[in-house]
């Protein structure tokens, strides 16, 4: 028989008041189990008319202060944000069939956070901020690669490619955050955690 846990949920689900903690364990047994990018998230945004938009990013922190992630700030996304703070985001390990949802308000990162990461990527991706308009138009390909060029012209040193002002991140802080867990016969388990305010959380079970 499977184990449950206080609210009769699978043990995965464990007894934690704090989902950040939970989101954790969910988080490190995805990392063993999914082959490419455990913590690739589809990201959901809504300009100021409330079209909305969806894509897939990155990961790259998260903490009680939010879930961070990277990119240039002329993109579609950024602009988005820019307009309407209002985020969600779904986590899908499909080797674990499991979901995590998670929704809030995105602000943008410190200028010594986005130095910091920046710095760790790779010389090409550094480039890479620096030579792609991101969203805009593209006539070719070889003006991608031309401005890629040119920039590694302008940055030869390796070591010291600066930041550029218009690339930085951007750091989701949650208000509601639900574990999803993938049922026999479309019974699924579902446990919500909802902010009440001073990382105070309140758990709820919710219908399949």
């Known amino acids: 028989m499977n184990q449950k846990n206080s609210l009769g949920l699978d043990i995965c689900f464990k007894d934690l008041d704090d989902p950040i903690k939970l989101f954790q364990e969910w988080f490190n047994e995805a990392k063993k189990t999914e082959i ?7 990201l959901a945004t809504a300009d100021k008319s409330g079209i909305p938009t969806v894509r897939m990013v990155l990961m790259k922190n998260f903490s009680n202060e939010g879930f ?17 703070p209002n985020v969600s985001i779904c986590f899908h390990w499909k080797s674990l069939l499991r979901q995590i949802r998670i929704t809030g308000i995105i602000s943008k990162v410190s200028d010594e956070d986005a ?21 805009s138009i593209l006539k070719k390909r ?16 390796e070591n010291n490619v600066p930041r550029p002002t218009h690339w930085s991140g951007w750091s989701l802080n949650p208000n509601s ?6 049922g026999e016969d479309r019974i699924h388990q579902r446990l919500k955690y909802i902010k009440k305010g001073n990382n105070v959380w309140e758990k709820i079970l919710l219908n399949p």
């Open 142 to 157: 070889e003006e991608l690669y031309q401005s890629i060029e040119d920039y590694k012209k302008k940055y030869p040193d």
């Open 68 to 84: 961070v992630f990277y990119t240039n700030f002329n993109s579609k996304k950024s602009f988005d944000l820019k307009e309407n």
């Open 177 to 182: 955050i639900e574990f999803w867990l993938d």
């Open 36 to 42: 490419n990018d455990p913590n690739a998230l589809a």
């Open 115 to 135: 130095d910091e990461y920046y710095k760790s990527r790779s010389y090409g991706s550094r480039i890479g901020a620096w030579a792609s308009k991101q969203s």
